[in-house]
């Protein structure tokens, strides 16, 4: 092999920062300004790191659901915690782990449930398309499942009919978590 895995990480990030330190170089560089998005393109960005622990694991598989329950301040934002689960795929792919689809899930309910309305619910209510739309798609190509609660979405007063494409309806997602968590899954909160 012709570097360890460990050592390869290294050499490809060192390989990013000299690549970050040549735009970084050039005035008015518009590389200058940009972030690394190398699974989720325009989300989730994420920065190279030097001399840092608790490397992805390449020989670990990802089982990792997140709980998204939190809203944005802004309607005309995308999900602040959307965001957070692509940047996650993002660090996984800058070390080269790829989670089979269906690995990483997103639990969604709460007042955060707005987030997977289609656009036409998301218009109907806000008076604008859905900023999360775009971002939800590329998570679910990226094999990112998206679930939400039932009872979220009768609270939020949400039909069937205006949910996203692709979006899993679950019973609750007090089950949905504790099953996954159950089968052995890593959850973070948000």
Same mark, same amino acid.
């Given at each position: 092999?012709?570097?360890?895995?460990?050592?390869?990480?290294?050499?490809?990030?060192?390989?990013?920062?000299?690549?970050?330190?040549?735009?970084?170089?050039?005035?008015?560089?518009v590389m200058a300004q940009d972030a690394s998005h190398p699974v989720?393109?325009?989300?989730?960005?994420?920065?190279?790191?030097?001399?840092?622990?608790?490397?992805?694991?390449?020989?670990?598989?990802?089982?990792?659901?997140? +709980?998204?329950? &939190? !809203? =944005?301040?802004?309607?005309?934002?995308?999900?602040? $915690? /959307?965001?957070?689960?692509?940047?996650?795929? %993002?660090?996984?792919?800058?070390?080269?782990?790829?989670?089979?689809?269906?690995?990483?899930?997103?639990?969604?309910?709460?007042?955060?449930?707005?987030?997977?309305?289609?656009?036409?619910?998301?218009?109907?209510?806000?008076?604008?398309?859905?900023?999360?739309?775009?971002?939800?798609? +590329?998570?679910? &190509? !990226? =094999?990112?499942?998206?679930?939400?609660?039932?009872? $979220? /979405?009768?609270?939020?007063?949400?039909?069937? %009919?205006?949910?996203?494409?692709?979006?899993?309806?679950?019973?609750?997602?007090?089950?949905?978590?504790?099953?996954?968590?159950?089968?052995?899954?890593a959850v973070i909160p948000g």
């Amino acid at each position: 092999m012709w570097l360890s895995t460990a050592r390869a990480r290294v050499f490809l990030w060192k390989r990013a920062g000299l690549g970050l330190a040549f735009a970084l170089a050039v005035p008015g560089s518009v590389m200058a300004q940009d972030a690394s998005h190398p699974v989720i393109p325009g989300y989730g960005a994420i920065m190279p790191a030097h001399d840092v622990a608790s490397l992805p694991d390449p020989s670990l598989r990802y089982h990792v659901a997140f +709980e998204v329950t &939190r !809203a =944005g301040t802004d309607d005309a934002q995308i999900n602040p $915690a /959307l965001d957070r689960v692509a940047r996650f795929v %993002n660090l996984l792919g800058a070390s080269g782990v790829r989670p089979a689809p269906g690995d990483i899930v997103v639990v969604i309910h709460g007042p955060a449930t707005t987030a997977i309305l289609n656009d036409a619910g998301y218009q109907a209510r806000f008076h604008r398309a859905n900023p999360n739309t775009r971002l939800i798609e +590329e998570l679910q &190509r !990226a =094999g990112v499942a998206i679930h939400v609660c039932s009872y $979220a /979405l009768a609270n939020q007063k949400i039909e069937r %009919n205006a949910v996203a494409k692709d979006v899993t309806i679950d019973l609750a997602a007090m089950v949905t978590l504790a099953n996954l968590q159950l089968k052995g899954w890593a959850v973070i909160p948000g």
